[in-house]
Nanobody, 123 residues
Framework: QVQLVESGGGLVQAGGSLRLSCAASGRPFRQLVIGWFRQAPGKEREFVGTIVWGGSTKYTDSVKGRFTISRDNAKNTVYLQMNSLKPEDTAVYYC?????????????????WGQGTQVTVSS
């Protein structure tokens, strides 16, 4: 069973930056694909980005060029660096994990989820 703990959310002005962290435990980190998702009030959970063991990434179009996912395999941690934040980025951000090696955008494929962290971007 994988446990995920997120941290790093908060309130930031438009144009600012935040870095979210997702610490994983309970399964060898090299076996995990980590995804980031977000859910705004009244909206469905949406895919943000994903990363595999070797460092390959995939992002949704709305965050390309602004968000970067990286992983520190020695620390069993994945990071979501968010730059040039916009009010529409306001949401609860979740990291999720699945056992595998393929970039995966479907949230239903992920079987472990963190508790979520709030990101609020003011205009």
């Amino acid at each position: 069973q994988v446990q995920l703990v997120e941290s790093g959310g908060g309130l930031v002005q438009a144009g600012g930056s935040l870095r979210l962290s997702c610490a994983a435990s309970g399964r060898p980190f090299r076996q995990l694909v980590i995804g980031w998702f977000r859910q705004a009030p009244g909206k469905e959970r949406e895919f943000v980005g994903t990363i595999v063991w070797g460092g390959s990434t995939k992002y949704t179009d709305s965050v390309k060029g602004r968000f970067t996912i990286s992983r520190d395999n020695a620390k069993n941690t994945v990071y979501l660096q968010m730059n040039s934040l916009k009010p529409e980025d306001t949401a609860v951000y979740y990291c999720a994990a699945l056992r595998g090696a393929m970039l995966t955008i479907d949230p239903q494929r992920y079987d472990a989820w963190g508790q979520g962290t709030q990101v609020t971007v003011s205009s």
